[in-house]
DNA sequence: AATGAATGAGACTTCATTCAT
DNA sequence: AATGAATGAAGTCTCATTCAT
């Protein structure tokens, strides 16, 4: 029953086709380099219109990528609280298994606009947004880092590679949404790379033993 | 002996004074928003000059980044070329161990240049390298494919699984050197999750049979 | 009694309640810069609804100027009329007095409305009203000039100085209005002013003899 | 010898010839609504032109007023150190005289561009000059006011009635200067008035007593 | 070899005004 | 009577690029 097509703006809001001419015009040229006019144009208006309804390029770009923004942080700080209640000297070893359930939701957060995820990490160079996945990454390794310290037995395993591994995971969960694969693919692909990541990782510390 | 800051432009000759200048600018805003004119300026001279070296500013971008992307190009077509020599029936299962030799000469390529790499991943919106990472993702993608339907035990693991790990390594290795981390770091970083994507996916496979 | 505080627009009639919000706007931003937007925003309505009453901005200007323009211009006309009945020979001398009676019916024509004639000095460019008072001053000097060719003694004073005496008069007088000084106030300043100008203009007579 | 017309722009430098262009222009419209397409081409370039020689509008604004803008009120400020170096008991009275002699060099600045002076009186809302002449007004009020509370015989005459005619005085003095009489004919009157104001307000306070 | 002047296209944004509802 | 949507012209300003010197 999915009756819409990208295309068809013939039935929408004007704020709903504005949205959706920006959506494929961001996502085309990234913000900065998008005229105002091509998005206007194709939504069907002039770029006078678009001022009606959002005060600048800058606020249309963040009513599009906000909500999503907003609420992938909001799950990651929350992930984060959990991590902080487990009990320090476990703390960096459990990471791994508080964070990978996590996955499907943060899946299905970004899944809810794929084009704004897309757009955050991609086409978000000169607004607020620029460097998200940066922010993100910081974040994680600040944690790491900070649970390292507190751990037993830190530096069983190089401080820095599970610092990358962590990266390279949240890094290719971003790639996996915005390469286009559909959900069921994309939980499946996370937890078999979490697989391999566990049983690589267990076999890593083992072996630096 | 490594003499030369990056501030140091007095002695250089001006085409390398503007490539240096570049490099700093699209590094700063990337490539559509560099104003030209900032560059010529922090190169010393006025932006009418860098005319006299460089077509347009798209060529200035290129004189900066292609050597690199011609390079790891050419690298990851000479890997290609080696696993098509392998036997049909088992270049799946032996592709990962024809790729991971050539990561630290891969990490050569892409170091020799850790600016124009950063540039080619992070900057390149609006020029021909757009989307680099994409395209070799995709050829890569493409590569296991092929495999994959001559395989002997094709299914064996997911083909996706594989392309995704495939993806994430790639992805975690343009991400590390990006990240500033020294060479011999990077090489270990790599080494490792060599290590942890080869146990991880032979226990992935074993489980599934 | 008077019972109606500025911002209370709540029972007036629409068209007055745009009046007044365009007298603000108009006063805080000028003809030009004054947007109708937050004319008809600050008013409770959209700007379509201005159309409504009034034609145009211009149009809408006016409506709050032109009453005192007009007003003040006849009464002008009509001092001029009665200087114009002296006879010719003593007309430039009794100017002055024939003039100072009527400024406390000038103050009150500025007066009934001090905000549209501080729009009309201060806030028309733009607009038909633009120099006003240049206009009256030329006014005044070309029935001075006229007066004084006409005049016995001709050049007692120099008429020049006549001129600039009663432009200074008259600018004088505006600046009192849009001062916000109150009425007997001005009128008090004015009569004083008056009587400074006489005496130092007999002196400056009987000197030139 | 004065060779040069107003319109004669052809053997001028092209800075000069946008000032020249920019005042008529800010002249004739305001500088809000003078468009700088129109200073361009009234120049004989193109718009982008300008800002090779200014940062902005108002820079090219300023670039014409503030040299009088600066001028005059570093003058006025002169003046009145010099009245603040009166006893206390006879500043009041002594203000006038301490004034007038100095109306020549104010008439100069002004003078040294007419049309500076116009533009800053005139044309200056939305600028930093807009309300000149207004706060020179309240400079000169404040003085007279402080003087009036330490005079002797403070409120001989009505401070009211002295402040408007120090503005009054004032104001007549850029209406000259704007209204294009020669230097010689402004000196001339503004000494006629000054005499005028001395013999009246000496009048007026003998009569008070 | 390099400058400095200038262009011309195009950027975002504002706003008076119109008009169907 | 009033709205809300939309227009279209105009606004200031930026920038890659050209070219005479």
């Known amino acids: 029953m999915a009756r819409r097509k990208q295309s068809d703006l013939g039935d929408m809001s004007t704020r709903d086709r504005i949205i959706e001419s920006a959506r494929n015009c961001f996502l085309e040229y990234g913000f900065q380099a998008a005229p105002l006019r091509k998005i206007a144009e194709d939504a069907g208006f002039t770029s006078g219109a678009?001022?009606?309804?959002?005060?600048?390029?800058?606020?249309?770009?963040?009513?599009?990528?906000?909500?999503?923004?907003?609420?992938?942080?909001?799950?990651?700080d929350e992930i984060r609280a959990e991590m902080d209640a487990q009990p320090e000297k476990q703390r960096l070893n459990s990471m791994g298994q508080v964070y990978y359930p996590h996955i499907p939701e943060i899946v299905d957060i970004l899944l809810a606009d794929r084009d704004a995820t897309k757009l955050i990490v991609t086409g978000s160079k000169g607004t607020k947004h620029e460097g998200f996945l940066d922010r993100i990454a910081d974040r994680n390794a600040t944690e790491i880092n900070k649970a390292a310290t507190q751990a037993e037995n830190a530096g069983s395993i190089e401080q820095q590679t599970m610092d990358i591994?962590?990266?390279?995971?949240v890094s290719t969960l971003f790639n996996l949404i915005t390469s286009g694969k559909d959900r069921d693919t994309?939980?499946?692909?996370?937890?078999?790379?979490?697989?391999?990541?566990?049983?690589?990782?267990?076999?890593?510390?083992?072996?630096e033993k």
């Open 50 to 76: 678009l001022f009606g309804y959002f005060d600048s390029k800058e606020d249309l770009f963040y009513a599009i990528t906000d909500p999503i923004a907003e609420t992938v942080v909001k799950k990651l």
């Open 186 to 207: 994309i939980i499946k692909c996370m937890e078999a790379i979490g697989r391999v990541y566990e049983v690589g990782i267990t076999a890593l510390m083992k072996k």
């Open 165 to 169: 591994l962590m990266d390279g995971y």
